[in-house]
């Protein structure tokens, strides 16, 4: 071979290498790709994020809530609720690419009952909110009047037993979730619940002690009265009639208004009522001077167990521990003291005259509305050591006692109220106001 061709050779293969090399560094830039397991969550629900990217040595991963991340497949979770951005920087020997998603964080609705093994109907139940993420909030109870509530932390009062479906929705600008619990309230104590007559309205009506509202158990217009009683053994309420003259009624029913009967009629206006369970009897006073009784059904009729002439009988009550009834004549003004067979009527307090009588049998004491000095006053049992309890001038005709807590509770006519003090009169409250005429009361407990 030529020396030439030897020459020619090399500057070929030369050639040959630099083509090579720059066929070699051709630069290939990246691309920017990446999936998530989920792209709608709740607050600290973890996220997978799968990265697909080519061509690319290293990732910056901005989440949207100022947090990042260098890892090639990270897992993030968001500790509030909105809508963020997520964006993936990818970056090769070509450069760098970005790509980005949106992830929407919702509430996270959660919820504990306090004491939730010790539920009972009539107590209040304590739900908190342990949501996450939530701006606000709305609670349904589950119970038949469909009750809700929007705080946050609400208490709640079933009034039956049973079981519940308690639903909270957690609330914030991006959306709402919602969890819910079935919950069991055992049957508790009713709650201590004043009935009365609102003579003005022809209500029979209720008032319970738990802070409730008053509703009516029974419309009584047409039969209307002012004497009310209650036998809490046979739970049965009794109450008088006077509304069509002389053709009075004495009426019994059960506590919720139903199976009402006319037990007694044909009586001249009666007012007041007492019961003497034990005994089986019902005792009333009527316009026509008469204390009558017959048993808790209306049979065995006593008319006029006591009559006195001329006279216009009101309130009565019994002490039947000491074979005793108290009532009000109020023509001659004279409180009256009697055995419970009417034997042996003799005046007690001279002067006076009212509506409604209670005797405490606990403490040995009478209570009784004096309209003369416009005071409800109370005595020892033979009308000594008399107390002024109340002075605020109004007619009373329902009295009663709570021994449990040593409270009075009473009725005013001209003012429209009911009451409550101590045994003495101190620390006297308020209850209801707004009423037109309330007459008879009593407390069942």
């Known amino acids: 071979m030529t020396t030439r061709n030897i020459f020619c050779l090399a500057i070929l293969f030369s050639l040959l290498l630099v083509y090579s090399c720059k066929k070699d560094d051709v630069i290939v830039h990246p691309d920017a790709d990446f999936t998530a397991s989920k792209t ?27 947090t990042t991340s260098t890892e090639v497949a990270p897992k993030k979770s968001y500790q509030s609720s909105d809508v963020f951005l ?69 208490t709640f009062t079933y009034t039956t037993g ?30 201590k619940t004043l009935f ?26 047409g039969k209307a009265g002012v004497g009310l009683a209650y036998d809490d053994v046979n739970e049965k309420i009794y109450f008088s009639d006077f509304e069509v003259t002389p053709e009075g009624k004495i009426w019994r029913m059960n506590p919720d208004g139903s199976s009402l009967e006319a037990i007694v009629t044909g009586i001249a206006d009666p007012y007041g009522i ?70 042996n009527p003799l005046p007690l307090v001279t002067g006076v005259y009212g509506y409604g009588i209670l005797v405490d049998t606990v403490n040995d004491k009478i209570y009784f509305d004096d309209q003369n000095s416009a005071t409800l006053i109370r005595t020892n049992l033979d009308g000594t050591g008399g107390i002024t309890v109340d002075d605020n001038g109004t007619r009373i005709y329902g009295l009663a006692i709570d021994y449990t807590d040593n409270k009075l509770y009473w009725s005013a006519r001209d003012t429209g109220e009911l009451y409550r003090a101590d045994l003495d009169g101190a620390n006297h409250e308020v209850l209801l106001t707004g009423l037109t005429s309330p007459r008879g009361l009593f407390l069942k407990q």
């Open 40 to 66: 709608t969550v709740v607050v600290d629900e973890e996220i997978q994020f799968t990265n697909k990217s080519a061509n690319a040595t290293a990732f910056k991963w901005s989440f949207g809530d100022g």
């Open 274 to 343: 007492a019961l003497d369970v034990a005994g089986g009897k019902v005792y009333w006073t009527d316009d026509a001077g008469n204390i009558s009784r017959a048993n808790l059904d209306g049979t065995s009729q006593e008319i006029g167990i006591v009559n006195i002439a001329a006279g216009q009988m009101r309130a009565i009550a019994l002490d039947p521990e000491n074979n005793k009834m108290y009532f009000y004549e109020v023509n001659a003004e004279i409180l009256y003291v009697a055995n419970l067979d009417g034997s």
């Open 196 to 221: 009365f007559i609102d003579y003005g309205t022809g209500l029979l009506q209720k008032l319970p002690l738990d802070g409730s509202s008053v509703s009516t158990v029974l419309d009584i217009n």
């Open 162 to 191: 049973g079981s519940f479906t308690v639903t909270l929705k957690a609330i914030s600008a991006v959306g709402a979730t919602s969890v819910s619990k079935n919950i069991s309230v055992a049957i508790g104590a009713s709650p």
């Open 86 to 154: 997520v964006s993936l920087v990818s970056t090769g020997a070509g450069g760098s690419k970005i790509t980005s998603m949106e992830i929407t964080v919702l509430p996270f609705a959660a919820f504990t009952v306090d004491n939730e093994d010790l539920l009972s109907s009539g107590v209040p139940v304590q739900f908190r909110s342990t949501s996450k993420g939530a701006t606000s909030f709305e609670w349904s109870f589950g119970d038949a009047a469909h009750s809700i509530s929007t705080d946050e932390n609400p």
